[in-house]
């Protein structure tokens, strides 16, 4: 059985940090990309930031590049997501999924499981 699990979310004031982890298990992780999305209020699920099998590759959305940085430890079973710079647009939650194959994808049918997601708010 597949588990996908987020932590780390919460309620930050704008311009501070945040730091997802996503922990998989059931599934050879260091054998797949994975990947970060959000949901915000009202809005369809989007895109946030990927990456390949090794950690060697990363993708990122253009509303978050140079602030948001994702990471891999394949030992831990764990992908994170590190957030700075955080604005009051990026209130959503926050969903972590397993990738279908080793390299990166930016769309949601590259990704097999899915967390339940968590709530990042950030106030202004």
């Known amino acids: 059985q597949v588990e996908v699990v987020e932590s780390g979310g919460g309620l930050v004031q704008a311009g501070g940090s945040l730091r997802l982890s996503c922990a998989a298990s059931?599934?050879?992780?260091?054998?797949?990309?994975m990947g970060w999305f959000r949901q915000a209020p009202g809005k369809e699920r989007e895109f946030v930031a990927t990456?390949?099998?090794?950690?060697?590759?990363?993708y990122y959305a253009d509303s978050v590049k140079g602030r948001f940085t994702i990471s891999r430890d394949n030992t831990k079973n764990t992908v994170y997501l590190q957030m700075n710079s955080l604005k009051p647009e990026d209130t959503a939650v926050y969903y972590c999924?397993?990738?279908?194959?080793?390299?990166?994808?930016?769309?949601?049918?590259?990704?097999?499981?899915w967390g339940q997601g968590t709530q990042v708010t950030v106030s202004s």
């Open positions: 059931g599934r050879t992780f260091s054998s797949y990309a």
């Open positions: 999924a397993i990738g279908a194959y080793r390299e990166i994808s930016g769309t949601e049918r590259g990704y097999d499981y």
């Open positions: 990456i390949s099998w090794t950690g060697g590759r990363a």
